[in-house]
């Protein structure tokens, strides 16, 4: 059964920091990764899809990486931002028998970017 | 397109309702996610459709919950008879495809007293 994990699952930094935000899972046979953030109260927004096939991902400060053979996924933020902060969630899709696909989070990483 | 919609935004039932979460997907998207969020187990899939078909309903928890889409638009997740532990943000998602971008409603949160 595929586990995501994600550490730290809290984080706070001084705001313009640039930091990392890591992502790992036990089963490297996946589809893709999808890093999404979350605000309190509200539903998740796909921040980045990074394909199997693919090493990395770029949106504007963000940069996600994936290392599917060590299981292992970066999300980077550049020039942290107070409106950065949020709940940071990875999540793998995988093939999952008889025809299923499974999306399988973690647990999410809370970011606070102090102003 | 609005994105995906979920109603109602906020439910609090007595235990022992019935409860009826509904979704409406974003156009065009062949699948349709089920999940439930709580603090202590993060998000769980329930339930996954595929052009209205249900694919895997291996994450519904118990016979009191089932799910329905009865047209590509519309999808209902039911609780009957509901229990406190329940109680849980319910989101629905839709996608393209089945490995594709995952798109999220806003949520049900759902107390059961």
């Not at chain 2, 089932?66 to 329940?86: C, G, H, V, Y």
Request: glycine share 8%.
């Amino acid at each position: 059964k595929q586990e995501v994990t994600q550490i730290p699952a809290a984080l706070s930094v001084p705001e313009g920091e640039n930091l990392v935000l890591n992502c790992s899972f036990t089963d490297s046979a996946i589809y893709n990764l999808q890093w999404f953030r979350q605000d309190p109260g509200k539903g998740l927004t796909s921040l980045l899809l990074i394909q199997s096939s693919q090493r990395e991902q770029t949106s504007g400060r963000l940069n996600a990486s994936l290392d599917k053979s060590s299981g292992r996924s970066t999300l980077y933020i550049a020039a942290s931002q107070p409106g950065d902060s949020a709940t940071y969630l990875c999540a793998v899709t995988a093939y999952s028998g008889a025809g299923s696909y499974q999306l399988t989070f973690g647990k999410g990483t809370k970011l606070s970017v102090i102003p | 397109d609005a994105g995906v919609i979920q109603s109602p935004r906020h439910e609090v039932t007595e235990m022992g309702q019935e409860v009826t979460l509904r979704c409406k997907p974003i156009s065009g998207h062949d699948y349709l996610f089920w999940y439930r969020q709580t603090m202590m187990r993060g998000l769980e899939l329930l339930i996954y459709f595929n052009n209205n078909v249900p694919i895997d309903d291996s994450g519904m928890p118990e016979d009191r919950f089932s799910a329905k889409m009865p047209n590509a638009s519309f999808s209902t997740l039911k609780i009957q008879p509901s229990e406190p532990r329940d109680s849980a943000v319910y989101f629905c998602a839709s996608s393209f495809r089945a490995s594709s971008e995952a798109f999220f409603g806003q949520g049900t949160r759902l107390t059961v007293v």
